[in-house]
């Protein structure tokens, strides 16, 4: 197979050479022919040309030459005269005709202007070839007469004239055009220039271009001034206008939609109808009108210029009106702020350029100004709450984030009810019963109380207070840190009320408090449970516990058994005082027994006279030394424990003198007395 494969390859190769050997044969057969026939045509046209030769010595006789005959009827000539009409002619044959073609022949020889002098020829514009002839125009030949000359310098305008109208675009202007003409962008025409300075204007006076202030355009510079400046056309006094123009005019207004005033380049250029700076002013007001201090014509033009009006904030100060911000920015804050569309206040939001909207949204402002400034109560009898229809941009801000946060945190239900059909449109739900674990608030004068409900006794609540709020001046003191002292005399503990701030109690009924957050039972939430929060508030502010103390024991046996000894009884301390309680009272108490004195036996008895007589007992003179309740009287002669004046001396006759007994010396309406040995006692009746 292979072999097969290699002799099929080396018979193609023999046929593409010898296929290429007949291909040279047949070239250069036909090289040999074409040559022989290029000779025979060279041979051929020098034998015409020394026909043609002969034929213009005839010709140069003049029209008519070389006829055999000019009888009139057989040999008829016409020619054009100088309205262009065909007239009967008649040549005329001698000398003088010979004379006007050999002028013929020299002007036809002529190719340049300033070869114009005087030698009876001129130049056609219109066919641009140099002709014999007078000033009136040509001899043998026909031009209009606007396009005959036999001045040079009329020559050479006509001429380059002639060059420059045959440039139809920029594209044209090359060779000798690009030496003569430049391009008029206003009328779309090519004239013959002249450099003036830096610029290129007409040559030649009846040639007139605007341009704009341009002149005219050089070749080199033609097509980058075209489109630099697409605008300058033909038509930029009327329009249309092109595509490049309107882009570059919108470019230039610094808009950036790429479909201007809804419509593509091209579409707009078609339909502009005036200057095309006209149409440029327009496009930069449109960009200034979006800078404008009308709100609703800065969106509108925004929209036109870029496409959308992201770029115009609403509540940008220069659209404020009539003390507000303007109703959009209004209308923005208030839904930034969590309230939505339904909220009262929204529907007195609208704008949309409607008329009475800044009104309304005045009485808007108005309605949530009682809101304005931090208050800890919004229901205060008598309190006069802010008021005002003006605002500015930040106050209506922090208000509308207050009202927000009103509708659930207000601790009265008229508030969170007014604040929700403000911001939502919808009816909060009532609250619920006041329980034990609440958190519940109390106004006392211009102070407001917060605390936890510890316990309740029918409708009563027993309150924990830890927190409290002057109004007057949002001073806010809490009871956390504070010493028991202080606690027990401003604060109090539930069922304990303060011992100094007399306003305040810990007891309320349900009705008089209001609800600021009500506890759950929920076990499973992460927040406390009504019992956790009162046994944080319980561990937090222990209520004082008073000493408790046992009961009296039995006297003891009397130390003496005369002469006044004592009796001993004690009692035990069964719950000592904790968190400020009361101190436990005293343990032992004393008594005096057997005062009897006691006898020298070699001594009778002492006989007294128990008699209570006289003006309220002043004349007892008994020999009793105690007093009712058991207390051992004082000598009347001492000073001690109790310093006194009714002494002997100043009391004679009373029976007073250097004992104990009970007497009355200064006439007691109790009867007979004495002064106690006890420190605390100074006396007592007997």
Not at 255 to 282: N, Q
Not at 471 to 481: D, H, Q, S
Request: aromatic share 10%; hydrophobic share 25%.
């Amino acid at each position: 197979m292979y072999r097969l494969y290699m002799k099929l390859l080396i018979l193609g190769l023999i046929l593409i050479g010898v296929l290429l050997i007949q291909i040279y044969y047949i070239n250069k057969n036909k090289e040999t022919f074409q040559s022989e026939v290029e000779k025979a045509l060279v041979a051929g046209e020098r034998k015409f040309m020394q026909g043609q030769d002969k034929y213009w010595d005839v010709r140069s006789q003049g029209i008519g030459a070389g006829l055999v005959t000019t009888k009139p009827g057989i040999n008829d000539w016409l020619k054009l005269d100088e309205k262009k009409e065909l007239k009967k002619y008649t040549p005329k044959i001698g000398l003088e005709q010979r004379q006007i073609d050999k002028g013929i022949t020299n002007c036809r020889a002529l190719t340049k202007c300033s070869q114009l002098s005087n030698n009876n020829c001129g130049y056609c514009a219109f066919d641009k070839e140099f002709r014999f002839g007078t000033e009136n125009g040509p001899a043998a030949d026909v031009c209009p007469k606007d396009a005959w000359t036999v001045d040079s310098k009329t020559c050479q305008e006509l001429r380059e004239k002639e060059i420059c109208s045959s440039v139809e675009s920029c594209g044209d202007l090359y060779g000798e055009a690009a030496e003569l003409c430049g391009y008029c962008p206003t009328s779309g025409q090519a004239m013959v220039m002249k450099k003036v300075g830096d610029k290129y204007y007409p040559k030649y006076g009846d040639d007139t271009c605007n341009a704009e202030g341009h002149g005219l355009i050089p070749g080199d510079k033609c097509g980058k001034f075209l489109k630099d400046h697409p605008c300058i056309t033909p038509y930029y006094l009327s329009g249309p206008h092109s595509s490049q123009c309107v882009e570059k005019l919108w470019k230039n207004s610094k808009c950036t939609d790429k479909t201007p005033y809804g419509k593509s380049y091209e579409e707009l250029g078609k339909s502009i109808r005036m200057p095309y700076k006209e149409a440029g002013t327009i496009m930069q007001q449109t960009n200034a009108k979006t800078r404008s201090t009308d709100y609703y014509v800065a969106v509108e033009n925004s929209k036109f210029c870029f496409g959308d009006s992201d770029n115009i904030n609403p509540c940008d100060p220069k659209y404020s009106r009539q003390g507000i911000p303007h109703p959009e920015c209004l209308k923005k804050e208030f839904q930034k702020a969590g309230c939505n569309q339904k909220g009262t206040g929204y529907k007195l939001l609208y704008a949309n350029n409607k008329s009475g909207m800044w009104n309304d949204a005045k009485k808007q402002v108005g309605q949530i100004s009682k809101y304005s400034k931090a208050q800890s109560a919004w229901n205060r009898l008598g309190f006069s709450y802010p008021f005002s229809t003006s605002t500015n941009l930040k106050e209506y801000q922090e208000t509308m984030k207050r009202v927000y946060s009103l509708t659930v945190e207000a601790e009265d239900y008229d508030t969170r009810k007014d604040t929700s059909m403000q911001c939502l449109g919808e009816l909060p739900p009532p609250p619920p019963p006041i329980k034990a674990g609440d958190t519940v608030t109390k106004l006392v004068g211009d102070v407001k109380y917060e605390g936890v409900v510890i316990r309740l006794k029918g409708a009563n609540c027993e309150i924990m207070w830890y927190i409290r709020t002057d109004l007057t001046n949002g001073g806010i003191a809490k009871r956390e840190g504070t010493s028991l002292e202080e606690q027990k005399q401003a604060w109090g503990w539930d069922g304990i009320p303060p011992t100094e701030n007399t306003k305040l109690t810990t007891t309320y009924n349900k009705a008089r408090l209001t609800l600021k957050k009500s506890c759950s039972d929920n076990k499973s939430s992460c927040k406390m449970t009504c019992k956790d929060k009162i046994r944080d508030m319980l561990y937090r502010f222990p209520r004082p516990r008073d000493c408790i103390v046992g009961d009296w024991g039995s006297w003891s046996k009397c130390s003496k058994t005369c002469g006044g000894g004592q009796e001993v009884r004690t009692r035990k301390v069964l719950y000592p005082a904790r968190f400020g309680g009361a101190p436990c009272p005293t343990l032992e108490n004393k008594r005096v027994c057997n005062t009897t004195a006691c006898m020298n036996p070699n001594f009778t008895d002492k006989k007294c006279d128990e008699t209570r007589s006289g003006y309220r007992q002043s004349d007892y003179r008994g020999c009793k030394t105690t007093t009712k309740s058991g207390k051992q009287c004082q000598k009347w002669t001492s000073q001690t424990p109790h310093k006194h004046s009714r002494t002997p001396a100043n009391y004679p006759n009373k029976g007073l003198g250097d004992h104990n007994e009970c007497r009355n010396p200064d006439n007691e309406p109790g009867g007979i007395w004495c002064y106690t040995t006890n420190s605390g006692k100074r006396w007592e009746y007997c």
